[in-house]
């Protein structure tokens, strides 16, 4: 389903995020760990996202830095009660587990749209390739990177990137979320390689969870 909100953003945005989708981007250099003051909040218009999408504040500048740099449009973030009610994002589409829960994952598909993997998803292939060069081993910040290779993900359905957290209940806040140094992130971070976390570790799990993709043309997969 392409929904109103979409079109729109790809009337303005195509050929700004066409244009980038070349750069080659080296992997994060280096990871901080963010503590506190997360919050749930909706996704800045600034990256391409489907209406009412939300996810933990503490990731949005690495969204945008992505955004800037990759052709993306957000299909799924926080997927949970909404702060001020109501409920953002899909409902039972993701595993049990999921960072999606915690507003820590996101759902990313080309922002010029496209059910099967063709040149659209050269820049959500390179996002991909950037984020877990090697199947099964995501670079930091990212936790689990679901793409080509994992079952319901991959070109043509959907990229799944999930960032490293302190293990959290469903529908709370992480104690800490890590991430790469980006503008507009936060102040007074912790570098990660000198001054490790006496904090809970972060969650072990086979995924960050499915869902559905917003171009596939396909039904709801019910994971
Ligand atoms: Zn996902």
Redesign the pocket.
């Known amino acids: 389903m392409i929904r109103y909100s979409a079109i729109l953003c790809i009337a303005l945005l195509c050929a700004v995020g066409a244009g980038s989708a070349s750069a080659a981007e080296p992997p994060p250099s280096e990871t901080r760990q963010v503590f506190g003051t997360g919050a749930i909040v909706p996704i800045p218009a600034s990256i391409p996202h489907e209406a009412g999408d939300m996810v933990d504040k503490r990731i949005v500048p690495d969204l945008r830095w992505i955004a800037q740099r990759y052709p993306i449009y957000v299909t799924?973030g926080y997927s949970g009660p909404a702060p001020d009610g109501g409920w953002s994002g899909c409902h039972g589409c993701?595993v049990r587990g999921?960072?999606?829960y915690n507003g820590l994952?996101?759902?990313i598909v080309p922002l010029v749209p496209s059910s099967t993997c063709d040149a659209k998803w050269t820049g959500i292939t390179r996002l991909a390739h950037w984020a877990e060069p090697v199947q099964n081993k995501p670079v930091l910040p990212f936790r689990w990177v679901?793409y080509d290779g994992d079952a319901g993900?991959g070109c043509g359905h959907?990229l799944?990137?999930?960032w490293n957290h302190a293990v959290a209940k469903r529908y709370e806040l992480a104690e800490w979320v890590e991430v790469f140094p980006a503008p507009g992130g936060e102040t007074g971070r912790k570098p990660r390689a000198s001054q490790p976390p006496k904090t809970p570790k972060a969650p072990r799990g086979p995924?960050?969870?499915?869902?559905i993709s917003r171009t596939g043309g396909l039904s709801p997969r019910g994971d």
């Open positions: 799924d993701h999921s960072d999606h994952a996101v759902d679901g993900h959907h799944h990137l999930s995924s960050g969870g499915l869902s």
